[in-house]
């Protein structure tokens, strides 16, 4: 069954440094979203991609991020200046074009931490 | 997008069938209803899709009544590894592509 992977599954990073985090969403899939979940606190929405743009984007995504689909295969994830309060898990999730509603399939995310 | 609630907790026998609601009473005519089933430390998984009236798949079941503004996940005879926090989204990604996670219900199953 194909899947989401992500990489790294840990990244330790100093404040102020930039972290990548890399996604590969599943291959016939069109639609590519990051969430991030704070340690016990819920998922958040960060951004929505679709057909090389940004979508939709929520007051999480500031300047300090950015994505990219380089390759037409990898989705990434760009911190500029890491603090430490974007210690989180990291989630990308992609999405076919069918239907109208929410089936979204998930990575097994990449846990963050900012020192 | 549709305001949910779900209760923040529940607990359940192992072997029982678990039945947790979710209420929207703001759903729009095109919304879907979907649920995601989250592990500590893992990606949301999804679980179900419904419109309207019932969906059953192989790991659960969905009930819709006709106002759809409630709806009911439905696990059959549960065991400790569905031990899990459920969520409910309500939306239409035809005219949405940001989804946004409640608290969900954490699903505690005992031996």
């Known amino acids: 069954e194909p899947e989401v992977t992500q990489t790294p599954s840990h990244q330790v990073t100093q404040m102020g440094q930039e972290v990548i985090l890399r996604c590969v969403p599943i291959s016939n899939h069109l639609y590519f979203y990051w969430y991030r979940q704070i340690l016990g606190q819920k998922v958040e929405f960060l951004v929505s991609f679709y057909n090389n743009e940004i979508s939709e984007k929520s007051e999480i995504f500031d300047d300090q991020f950015s994505v990219e689909r380089p390759d037409g295969s990898n989705f990434t994830l760009k911190i500029r200046s890491t603090k430490l309060e974007d210690s989180a898990m990291y989630f990308c999730?992609?999405?076919?074009?069918?239907?109208?509603?929410?089936?979204?399939?998930f990575g097994p995310g990449t846990r963050l931490t900012v020192t | 997008l549709a305001k949910t609630t779900q209760p923040i907790s529940m607990d359940s026998y192992e072997g029982q069938e678990v039945n947790i609601t979710c209420s929207h009473n703001?759903?729009?005519?095109?919304?879907?209803i979907t649920w995601y089933q989250q592990f500590p430390s893992q990606g949301p998984r999804f679980i179900i899709q419904g419109y309207k009236t019932k969906v059953t798949n192989e790991v659960a079941s969905l009930f819709i009544p006709a106002d759809r503004k409630s709806s009911t996940l439905s696990l059959p005879r549960v065991s400790l590894s569905d031990t899990a926090v459920y969520y409910c989204l309500v939306g239409d990604s035809n005219t949405g592509n940001q989804f946004y996670f409640g608290t969900g219900t954490s699903l505690t199953v005992i031996p």
């Open positions: 703001n759903i729009a005519t095109n919304d879907y």
């Open positions: 999730a992609s999405r076919d074009l069918a239907g109208g509603g929410y089936e979204q399939y």
